[in-house]
């Protein structure tokens, strides 16, 4: 024990110099970022993605920005909220990284978040989408750059209306947060137009057969809105049209039920569903295309959701760092140039952030195409410069409570 | 701290006295991130500990222990939160809240044995996440409760950081090691020994051994919300994850590897889980791998623990 109790205080011997160089403001020594994403449980192969987004990045600018190099800690959370705070406790308090990105899940979102203003040490937030992180419940410290649940679904409700002609629609999806936002948004906007929502079920995130589920689920509407990710999205699709379901009723969903994460593993069941998100590998412009293109070279495989939203983040991150001179000491203005960075070659199209710090962007609506013999979620029509308020004004808006499992109400 | 009928090997004094000495005086020398893993280690300490009274001492196999953990840091972030209740309140009504469950749960539990015990436990723990998972209005759902005061801050010490915070959890450990001491040497700690050694013994001998256990299992529960209190204070938050079975199962582990039936050997175990997770994964991102590894090692090299390498018999 006595040897541990000398390996301890030995390691906090090292770090004096590390945070003696924090001390000296001149820029000295490379710039810092933590990174937090799980990479070990459940949630491990979206950790790998949304890293995998970063670490393309960083080779592209060869780890330097604003002439300083760019050093990145990654720190695997296992998408357990305490443990996502601990490695934040290390990242900020041990590491005395500049500024931190990632984590996954809006709980360990929700988490960070008053540590993360509690210490002032800017965050951004690439994929959380719990929307109260950028509205009611908002932290001075975290730029988001990724999206807020219900942001797609807002454009999606209203286009399932007027463009897909749907009437009628029943819902299934994921029993927390991220499900009920994303109903909650597609169902206000779709029920604003004059549809109706008759049918709304829930599933334990646990799921492991939809039997139950699709048995209940009604034949009589126009069609059914989906919410899953990972291995439920492929075991709900295929089970959807072993059902017979597939060709009675169509299917459309959130963006990650056919995001390219699990795309890539799943047959000709997922062909026709049609989702909306900010993002698509499909996206035939020259940035997207420069991005999938070296995404695949690298990691042999289509580039998800996961993947470009870090990428984009990064890019925030990069802009930021530049625009500073590489003089990222002083976290206020630091948080104030993440603030103002207009990073340009995004993959998903321009972005811009809202005085809430959320971004207002384009939102593509998708369909399952197969193309070269590889499915693709094909945009057949583009929302552009949507915001989280969607159409509404933002103090009305946030004075209707969250979206939930009661709110909004079933028809 | 090692129970007397224990052979007392060599190694142990010094161990004894080098941890003594690291928790009373390291936060004095550590960064504010190591101070943390301290506070976490202490805090696990004690929880550990109390699933040792129940597992160790009584032989009676938890799977559901951080449901009572669970339940009062849930306790304590509804009350600070929603209700912005004081200090004490919230502490005493955690605890008490905590033991309550704990109280009701012992009445099914306790008539049952071995898998049996193994199996209702993980069922009512999982029960109880459901509920924190589940009753949205209450405790957030999946998104948990933030914006728990800070303790020191909470109670208006006049100190605050994590220093402070690490004194005060130090305190509440001394405290409730010494109780949890006190309790396993007692003549109910000896009977509760002897059910685990042979019930129907300690049955034809007159005990009540259903009392004992029930008792047992409510002490255990009461020590566990300590914990569960001084967690929410240190994360400053709550979610599902707390009371789900992994955390029941690392638990667990804690105990088994430091050594059951020693209280020091769940010390141990906490520290040594704390230290490898957070330690290893710095390095490699295969610190799964090396974690398991050193689960096998230990219960092959150590099968009564940690504390107990070196030791004759087992205590």
């Known amino acids: 024990m006595k040897r ?200 334990p995130v646990s799921v492991h057969d939809f039997a139950p589920y699709l048995a209940q689920i009604s034949r009589e509407v126009d069609a059914v809105y989906a919410l899953f990710l990972g291995r439920a999205a492929l075991q709900f699709m295929r089970q959807y049209q072993e059902y017979g379901l597939k060709d009675r009723v169509p299917l459309i969903g959130s963006g990650t039920t056919t995001d390219e994460a699990v795309l890539a593993f799943m047959g000709d069941e997922a062909i026709g569903t049609v989702t909306s998100l900010q993002y698509s590998a499909a996206l035939e412009t020259p940035d997207n295309r420069r991005f999938t293109a070296a995404y695949r070279r690298r990691y042999n495989k289509m580039a998800s959701y996961y993947a470009e939203s870090m990428y984009t983040g990064g890019k925030w991150v990069l802009a930021a760092i530049e625009a500073l001179g590489g003089r990222v000491e002083d976290r206020a203005r630091l948080l104030e140039a993440l603030r103002a960075a207009k990073p340009t070659g995004l993959p998903r199209g321009a972005v811009e952030l809202d005085e809430y710090g959320n971004p207002i962007q384009s939102i593509y609506m998708r369909r399952v195409e197969r193309v070269n013999g590889e499915l693709q979620n094909t945009v057949i029509a583009t929302v552009p410069r949507v915001s989280q308020f969607w159409k509404y004004n933002p103090a009305d808006y946030l004075r209707q409570p969250l979206y939930s499992r009661r709110f909004v109400p079933a028809s | 701290m090692a129970a007397h009928d224990a052979a007392f090997p060599g190694w142990r004094l010094p161990v004894v006295a080098g941890l003594a000495l690291v928790l009373a005086l390291g936060p004095v020398f550590m960064t504010s991130y190591w101070v943390g893993l301290l506070t976490q280690i202490v805090i696990l300490a004690i929880l550990a500990m109390s699933l040792d009274i129940l597992l160790g001492y009584t032989g009676l196999p938890s799977l559901g222990h951080a449901a009572f953990f669970g339940v009062a840091a849930y306790a304590v972030a509804v009350l600070s939160t929603t209700y912005r209740a004081d200090f004490w309140t919230c502490v005493v009504a955690a605890v008490l809240i905590g033991t309550a469950v704990s109280a009701v749960f012992g009445l099914i539990v306790s008539h049952v044995r071995d898998v049996y015990f193994l199996m209702i436990t993980l069922a009512l723990g999982m029960i109880l996440w459901g509920v924190s998972y589940r009753w949205i209005p209450v405790t957030g759902g999946d998104n948990g409760i933030s914006g728990i005061p800070t303790l020191e801050a909470h109670a208006g010490l006049p100190v605050s950081g994590p220093v402070a915070f690490y004194y005060v959890t130090l305190l509440v450990f001394v405290v409730c090691t010494t109780l949890m001491i006190l309790i396993v040497r007692s003549p109910f700690g000896l009977t509760l020994r002897g059910i685990r050694e042979n019930e129907s013994r300690m049955k034809s001998l007159g005990f009540r051994t259903w009392i004992h256990c029930y008792l047992s299992y409510v002490i255990a529960g009461a020590f566990a919300s300590v914990a569960g209190v001084m967690w929410a204070y240190y994360n400053g938050f709550v979610s599902p994850t707390y009371l789900d079975l992994t955390a029941s199962s690392e638990l667990f582990l804690m105990v088994t590897l430091g050594g059951p039936a020693t209280l020091a050997g769940p010390l141990l175990g906490a520290g040594a889980i704390v230290l490898l997770k957070n330690v290893m994964s710095a390095y490699t991102a295969r610190w799964l791998l090396i974690l398991g590894m050193v689960y096998i090692v230990a219960i092959l090299a150590a099968p009564r623990g940690i504390w107990n390498v070196g030791g004759r018999k087992s205590a």
């Not at chain 1, 990105?101 to 989408?129: E, H, K, N, R």
């Not at chain 1, 819902?171 to 929502?197: K, M, P």
């Open chain 1, 4 to 203: 541990i109790r000398f390996a301890l205080i030995a390691f906090a011997v090292a770090l004096v110099p590390a945070a003696g160089l924090l001390r000296g403001q001149a820029p000295a020594g490379p710039i810092k970022i933590g990174f937090i994403v799980p990479l070990s449980g459940p949630f491990a192969q979206n950790g790998r993605d949304i890293l995998n987004g970063f670490l393309l990045l960083l080779d592209e600018v060869g780890y330097r920005a604003g002439g300083r190099e760019i050093q990145l800690i990654v720190e695997d959370d296992e998408a357990i909220p305490a443990q996502t705070l601990t490695k934040a406790r290390k990242l900020v308090e041990s590491d005395r990284v500049h500024l931190m990105a990632g984590t996954l899940l809006a709980s360990s979102g929700y988490a960070l978040a008053p540590y993360v203003d509690a210490q002032q040490i800017p965050m951004v937030f690439p994929v959380v989408s719990s929307d109260d992180l950028t509205q009611r419940r908002r932290s001075k410290w975290i730029v988001r750059t990724g999206w807020t649940s219900s942001q797609p679904n807002h454009a999606f409700g209203e286009y399932a209306y007027r463009t897909l002609g749907y009437r009628t629609v029943a819902t299934i999806a994921l029993d927390y947060a991220f499900g009920w936002e994303s109903v909650g948004g597609f169902q206000r906007t779709f029920e604003a137009e004059g549809g109706r929502i008759v049918q709304k079920m829930w599933t």
